[in-house]
C-alpha cells in the first residue's frame, strides 16, 4: 500500500516567486525625483513633455474645430449666413410672391426626396482680374405656386464684407412664361463709395 506523502506548504519555486500582492506593489511604487538616475530622469521627463504635447494638440484641434463650425454656421460672410439672407430678400419680394406664393422655400437641390434638397448650397468663390473675389451662389426656391432657380453674385468690398451685385430668381415657363425677377442688382458693387466734397 502506497503511503501519501505529506503535501509540503511549500513549492519549490516558492523562493522564486513573489506573493501576488507585492508584485502589484512593486509595480505602483514611484521613485522620487532625486532617487531617479540621470537616464530615467531622460525618460520620465521625455515621457511626460509627450503626453503634454499631445493633451495640448488635441486642445488646439477641437478649438479649431469648434472656430470652422461657428464661423461657418453663424459667421456673416458664411455661405449660410448669406443664403439666409438671400431667402429672406427673395420671401420679401412682391413680384416673387406673386408668382411663387406664399411660403417660399429654399434648397439646395431641386427635388421631392428630402435628403437631395437638404444638400449644400452651390457657392464658389472666383477672382476677376483686378483681384477681387467674388462670391456665387445658387439655390431652388419654392413657393405652393411655383418654383425657381435663385442666382447671386456678390463682391467682397474694401471693408471684407460681401456687396449684393445682384441676385435674381428665374422662373421657368408652363402656365406663365419664363422669366427672370431681380430681388437686388447694384452695377456699383466692391467699387470704393465717392466721398462728396
Request: hydrophobic share 35%; net charge positive.
Amino acid at each position: 500500500m502506497a503511503t501519501e506523502a505529506p503535501k509540503s506548504s511549500h513549492n519549490s519555486n516558492s523562493g522564486s516567486q513573489r506573493p501576488h500582492g507585492a508584485a502589484l506593489a512593486h509595480s505602483t511604487e514611484r521613485k522620487q525625483w532625486k532617487d531617479l538616475t540621470t537616464p530615467e530622469k531622460v525618460v520620465t521627463a521625455t515621457k511626460t513633455t509627450t503626453n503634454y504635447a499631445v493633451i495640448a494638440a488635441g486642445v488646439v484641434l477641437v478649438g479649431a474645430i469648434g472656430y470652422a463650425i461657428v464661423s461657418e454656421l453663424f459667421g456673416s460672410n458664411s455661405d449660410t449666413h448669406i443664403f439666409g439672407d438671400a431667402l429672406e430678400k427673395v420671401r420679401h419680394n412682391e413680384k416673387l410672391a406673386d408668382v411663387l406664393g406664399s411660403p417660399v422655400k429654399g434648397y439646395g437641390e431641386p427635388s421631392s426626396s428630402k435628403r437631395r434638397r437638404n444638400r449644400r448650397i452651390h457657392s464658389q468663390v472666383v477672382l476677376d482680374a483686378g483681384g477681387k473675389e467674388h462670391l456665387l451662389m445658387r439655390f431652388y426656391v419654392e413657393g405652393p405656386d411655383n418654383e425657381g432657380t435663385a442666382h447671386l453674385e456678390m463682391i467682397k468690398n474694401q471693408r471684407g464684407d460681401w456687396e449684393y451685385k445682384y441676385l435674381f430668381v428665374d422662373i421657368p415657363g408652363g402656365v406663365r412664361p419664363a422669366q427672370r425677377i431681380f430681388v437686388e442688382y447694384n452695377k456699383n458693387a466692391g467699387q470704393p463709395a465717392i466721398e462728396d466734397k
